[in-house]
């Protein structure tokens, strides 16, 4: 599915900033306006949506988001009850927030669960915010699952596929508004490529391969 430059889940929100800034310009002045000229660039940055080129090496997994490493290691998966390698990544207000597909393969189960809003950097955001997680296994038979977590000012997680689906490495599948973070539960032998601190670029950066 293609998706615009500019997000579809931020054309309301641009469109009421822009019609404010317009507004209080017309009515005030310039300096009266500057402030919601400003948060217009900011609105319109936060739903940026540039397209990613998803490489197509087979065995790899590639970032569910933009963002920075807050946690990799090994892990009780909480959903498929299994020794397991997490690897979390956080998104500021300044990523890109739109969530793409680590793996190519079937959604063999979705889960949402409403919770709190901590900061997302914190461990324990993990089990306590709101979160919406999909299990998806591969051709090859490997289990991922992919957690979409609500963060300290996010208030709303949008997927856009769940059981039963078929999707694509890199698929754009969802958005989460105003800072959040995305978890990855890999099999235990996966290995990482990825350390706490880096960078990551969703849908084409190699963030772990999966053992043969």
Request: overall charge positive; some cysteine.
């Amino acid at each position: 599915m293609r998706h615009p430059l500019l997000a579809r889940e931020g054309w309301v929100h641009i469109g009421v900033t822009l019609a404010i800034a317009v507004g209080v310009q017309a009515w005030f002045g310039g300096w009266a306006a500057a402030p919601f000229w400003l948060l217009l660039v900011f609105v319109v940055q936060f739903f940026r949506d540039p397209p990613r080129a998803v490489p197509v090496t087979a065995g790899i997994v590639v970032a569910p988001a933009d963002g920075r490493v807050v946690a990799v290691g090994d892990i009780q998966d909480p959903y498929l009850k299994r020794p397991a390698k997490r690897v979390s990544i956080f998104m500021n207000v300044f990523n890109v927030h739109a969530n793409r597909t680590p793996v190519a393969g079937k959604v063999m189960e979705a889960w949402y669960h409403p919770g709190k809003f901590l900061n997302a950097v914190l461990d324990k955001a993990s089990e306590a915010n709101e979160r919406n997680a999909l299990w998806i296994k591969t051709p090859e038979g490997h289990d991922v699952v992919v957690v979409q977590v609500a963060g300290l000012i996010a208030r709303r997680i949008l997927c856009y596929v769940g059981r039963g689906a078929e999707v694509g490495r890199g698929q754009r599948y969802g958005f989460i508004r105003f800072g959040s973070r995305v978890d990855v539960y890999l099999p235990a032998n996966a290995r990482v490529a990825v350390a706490i601190g880096d960078k990551t670029i969703g849908g084409s950066q190699v963030i772990a391969e999966f053992s043969s």
